[in-house]
C-alpha cells in the first residue's frame, strides 16, 4: 500500500507560512508532510515553538515523514564538512522536535565535483551515525544535476557500503530522469532501501540535457513512466510514502490548496492506473 505526503516546495511561490502549509497539506487529504529546513529556521527566528509545531502537525492527522535539508556534509573540504555536520546536527534535533523520521542527504556543496567514492561513503557513515543521536535518518538523495549521486545505482552503492543499518536512498522521478537512470533499477531494490520517494512527472520538451526543476508537472501531466515505476514498487514490496515535490512557476500562481489536491487526485489517478493488468 502507497501513502501519500506533501513537498512544501510544490507552493513555495504563495509564500505561505509553516503553519498554512500544514493545514493545506491535511485539508487536501495527505497522510503526511514534507518541510524545508529553512522554512523551520523561518518559524523559530518569528518565535514559533517547534513543540507547539508538532502537536499541530499530529492534530492535523499528519506525520512528518522526510524533511529536506542541504548540509555539507559530503565535501571535501574539511572546515566546511565540520561546519555542514553541525548544521545536520541542528537540522536533526529540530526535525526531532516535530516528530520527524528522516532527512535529504543531497550532494549538497559538492555538485560540481566528481568526489570520491570511498570517502562519500565514510562520510555519509558519519552521518548516519550523527542521526542515531536523533533517530533521524538521513537519506542519500539521487540529484540528476550533480557530477556526484547523480544516478540510483551511485546513491545506493553509497548506501550498501555505508554499513550501517538505518542506511537508505531518497529517489525522486524527475532526478532519476535527469540523470540518466534507467527506471527498471528500482526492481533491484528491496523495500528497505527507501521509504520515501519524490514523485512528479516532466513534459517530453525541453530534452533531459536542458530540464530543469521548474519543469516539473503533475503526475499523469507527463511523459514518465509512471505506471511501470509504480507496478515495480508494487513487486518489490515498497510500502512508504509518494511524496509530491513540484517547483512549477505556474503552479505558483494558483489558490495553493487547489494545487495541493490536484496533485494528489491526479497521483492517485496514476496509481490506480497502474493496478491494471
Same mark, same amino acid.
Given at each position: 500500500m502507497f501513502h501519500y505526503s506533501f513537498n512544501t516546495s510544490t507552493v513555495r511561490g504563495q509564500k505561505l507560512s509553516l503553519v498554512e502549509e500544514?493545514?493545506?497539506?491535511?485539508?487536501?487529504?495527505?497522510?503526511?508532510?514534507?518541510?524545508? &529546513?529553512?522554512?523551520?529556521?523561518?518559524?523559530?527566528?518569528?518565535?514559533?515553538?517547534?513543540?507547539?509545531?508538532?502537536? #499541530? &502537525?499530529?492534530?492535523?492527522?499528519?506525520?512528518?515523514?522526510?524533511?529536506?535539508?542541504?548540509?555539507?556534509?559530503?565535501?571535501?573540504?574539511?572546515?566546511?564538512?565540520?561546519?555542514?555536520?553541525?548544521?545536520?546536527?541542528?537540522?536533526?534535533?529540530?526535525?526531532?522536535?516535530?516528530?520527524?523520521?528522516?532527512?535529504?542527504?543531497?550532494?549538497?556543496?559538492?555538485?560540481?565535483?566528481?568526489?570520491?567514492?570511498?570517502?562519500?561513503?565514510?562520510?555519509? #557513515?558519519?552521518?548516519?551515525?550523527?542521526?542515531?543521536?536523533?533517530d533521524v535518518v538521513p537519506q542519500v538523495e539521487v540529484w540528476g544535476f550533480s557530477k556526484t549521486l547523480t544516478r540510483l545505482g551511485q546513491a545506493t552503492m553509497v548506501a550498501i557500503e555505508s554499513d550501517h543499518p538505518k542506511a537508505c536512498v531518497l529517489p525522486d522521478v524527475y532526478h532519476l530522469y535527469k540523470g540518466g537512470s534507467n527506471f527498471n533499477g528500482l526492481a533491484l531494490l528491496g523495500p528497505g532501501a527507501f521509504h520515501v520517494m519524490h514523485v512528479n512527472d516532466y513534459p517530453a520538451n525541453p530534452p533531459r540535457a536542458a530540464i530543469k526543476d521548474s519543469d516539473r508537472v503533475y503526475p499523469g501531466d507527463g511523459v514518465a513512466p509512471l505506471k511501470d515505476v509504480f507496478r515495480t514498487l508494487r513487486k518489490i514490496g515498497f510500502d512508504g510514502y509518494f511524496s509530491v515535490e513540484l517547483f512549477n512557476p505556474t503552479y505558483w500562481q494558483q489558490d495553493p490548496l487547489k494545487v495541493a489536491r490536484t496533485a494528489l487526485d491526479k497521483l492517485k489517478a496514476v496509481v490506480q492506473q497502474s493496478e491494471a493488468a
Open positions: 500544514i493545514d493545506i497539506a491535511a485539508q487536501a487529504g495527505y497522510g503526511a508532510i514534507e518541510p524545508w &529546513i529553512n522554512e523551520l529556521e523561518k518559524y523559530v527566528q518569528q518565535g514559533g515553538s517547534l513543540p507547539d509545531l508538532k502537536k #499541530h &502537525i499530529t492534530d492535523s492527522g499528519l506525520t512528518v515523514e522526510s524533511a529536506i535539508g542541504f548540509s555539507e556534509w559530503i565535501v571535501d573540504d574539511e572546515d566546511r564538512r565540520t561546519k555542514g555536520l553541525e548544521q545536520s546536527r541542528r537540522d536533526m534535533d529540530w526535525v526531532q522536535q516535530i516528530g520527524g523520521k528522516r532527512i535529504a542527504a543531497p550532494a549538497a556543496g559538492g555538485t560540481d565535483v566528481v568526489l570520491e567514492y570511498s570517502k562519500v561513503i565514510e562520510r555519509y #557513515h558519519a552521518l548516519l551515525t550523527l542521526g542515531d543521536h536523533f
